[in-house]
């Protein structure tokens, strides 16, 4: 037994197996079941992967070096939702004004409240850093994390509950604001819940995931720009 546990520590094929086929079956599992909020893939994949390599007893660390090609994709995957913003340039370029507008607004009110109501609940000043970039997609806001001296794997964790209770609550929400234009329902889940509420906006519709994509880019751009003066600013008001 300890040969095939060392073996399962070392061997990254093992890892990376776990994640691809624990989301191939949460992605099965959500779509048997009509795209059931409650069942949204990351969340649930999320939950079984914790499970299994706790009963493996492989570390976090290693696990994660393992599945650093996934990483990787982030990228190229992001910049892969170029193709629908092509295909929707027109109706883009017509909104270009309250595109942008949306994107400062409310990429400064997700800093902006994040911040300010883990503030008022005592939260620590890294907690408090690593807080910040949660609305913006996971590549761009590690970056932010380091450049603001903020904990980056903390950074991470609220990146991705953010694009889950984004991506779980959007439909929702929708239906109870009476929201029919679907350039709009991208943009607000573009600014606030990045690529996983992205992937949700092209299941909407391909124009919901043209604006999603775009204003998700925006705001990540924005927030890279923005962020270490806004950090200035609460260091010196809050004493960060």
């Known amino acids: 037994m300890t040969d095939i546990h060392t073996w399962l520590l070392e061997n990254p094929t093992v890892s990376l197996l776990i994640t691809v086929l624990c989301y191939y079956l949460c992605l099965s599992l959500y779509k048997r079941f009509n795209h059931t909020a409650v069942l949204q893939p990351v969340m649930i994949s999320i939950v079984l992967i914790i499970t299994i390599i706790s009963l493996l007893d492989i570390p976090y660390e290693r696990y994660f070096d393992h599945n650093r090609i996934i990483h990787f994709l982030l990228g190229p995957a992001t910049v892969a939702l170029a193709i629908p913003l092509y295909k929707n340039k027109q109706r883009i370029r017509q909104l270009a004004v309250p595109l942008f507008t949306a994107v400062i607004i409310g990429g400064s009110m997700a800093i902006f409240f994040a911040v300010s109501i883990a503030w008022l609940l005592h939260a620590s000043n890294d907690v408090l850093l690593s807080l910040a970039p949660k609305s913006v997609t996971t590549p761009i806001a590690l970056s932010i994390a380091e450049s603001i ?27 109870l604001m009476n929201e ?50 806004a950090m200035a600013f609460l260091r010196n008001f809050w004493g960060l």
């Open 180 to 229: 029919q234009d679907d350039g709009i329902k991208g943009m607000a889940i573009g600014i606030s819940a990045h690529g996983v509420g992205t992937a949700k906006a092209l299941e909407i519709s391909p124009q919901c995931g043209a604006f999603s994509a775009l204003s998700m880019g925006l705001t990540g751009a924005y927030t890279a720009l923005a962020l270490p003066y």
């Open 149 to 175: 001296q903020a904990i980056p794997s903390l950074t991470a964790a609220f990146v991705l509950i953010t694009g889950v209770v984004g991506a779980v609550i959007a439909e929702p929400l929708f239906r």
